[in-house]
């Protein structure tokens, strides 16, 4: 009903030409394969949630993450790692994760710390600005936890801007899922960079829809290992720069 409401007002305003046009562009654009693998992936993440109890899936706009406005005006929307994404970027890693902290700059509602909890990373961090969305994300870690049986000690999400957290000094896998502007990121690649000059060690940067790559292909200290195209997104994988550790 609703949609021959639709299709009549369609084509009271627009002509019956005009219409047909539109429905046919729909109709293409929905059997576009990135389309349907976007809502795949919608109902997957939908279906991980239920399964689990957790609350990881959808979107939220900066305007309602109730954070200050100048952080806010340097930070992106929340939305999360695509499931069958997180599989592919740690393949792609090819790395012995257990000699490796794993930290999401930017953790949200936490699925990727859920996520990389399935993996053998010695412990994985989580750094979410706005305390809502983190709150979200504890609840989510300890749920999980519960659900699978896992010690939930090593998985934490910690609510603080991405600029004052100290990094660990371990050998660290670092994730970013665009999180944030071109001002935050160059402070928190400095602070990078920083760390890894007081304590030389192995890192990797995964950068998900990385509209800032410039920055870190500029910084000198990474060196581009591989661009890989997920058909949901582009992500690039760069390391420090192997003669930095000689
Ligand atoms: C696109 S979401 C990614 C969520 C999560 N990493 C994932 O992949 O599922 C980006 C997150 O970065 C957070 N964020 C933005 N600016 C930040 C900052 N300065 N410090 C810490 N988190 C920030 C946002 O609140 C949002 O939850």
């Given at each position: 009903m609703k949609f021959i409401r639709k299709l009549t007002r369609s084509v009271k305003d627009v002509g019956l030409g005009a219409t047909l046009r539109k429905i046919l562009n729909r109709l293409v654009f929905e059997l576009k394969p990135s389309f349907q693998a976007h809502r795949i992936e919608k109902i997957r993440g939908r279906r991980f949630d239920r399964k689990y109890g957790?609350?990881?899936?959808?979107?939220?706009?900066?305007?309602?993450?109730?954070?200050?406005r100048d952080a806010a005006s340097h930070s992106c929307y929340y939305g999360p790692t695509p499931m069958t994404l997180?599989?592919?970027?740690?393949l792609n890693l090819s790395i012995n994760d257990k000699e490796f902290?794993?930290?999401?700059?930017?953790?949200?509602?936490?699925r990727t710390l859920l996520l990389a909890s399935n993996y053998r990373f010695q412990k994985i961090i989580g750094i979410e600005l706005a305390p809502r969305i983190n709150e979200t994300a504890c609840k989510n870690i300890d749920i999980y936890c519960k659900q699978v049986g896992r010690d939930s000690s090593e998985i934490v999400s910690i609510c603080a801007n991405a600029t004052d957290f100290p990094l660990p000094t371990e050998n660290l896998v670092i994730y970013f899922y665009n999180p944030f502007d071109e001002?935050?990121?160059?402070?928190?690649?400095?602070?990078?960079?920083?760390?890894?000059?007081?304590?030389?060690?192995?890192?990797?940067?995964?950068?998900?829809?990385?509209?800032?790559?410039?920055?870190?292909?500029?910084?000198?200290?990474?060196?581009?290992?591989?661009?890989?195209?997920?058909?949901?997104?582009?992500y690039f994988i760069f390391r420090i720069r192997p003669s930095l550790l000689e």
């Open positions: 957790i609350d990881t899936q959808g979107v939220i706009d900066v305007s309602e993450m109730n954070i200050p997180f599989a592919d970027i740690v902290v794993f930290l999401d700059y930017g953790s949200g509602k936490g001002v935050i990121m160059r402070q928190v690649l400095s602070n990078i960079e920083k760390s890894f000059v007081e304590a030389p060690r192995m890192m990797y940067i995964v950068y998900v829809n990385p509209i800032h790559r410039k920055l870190v292909e500029d910084s000198g200290s990474f060196e581009l290992l591989k661009r890989c195209q997920n058909i949901l997104v582009e």
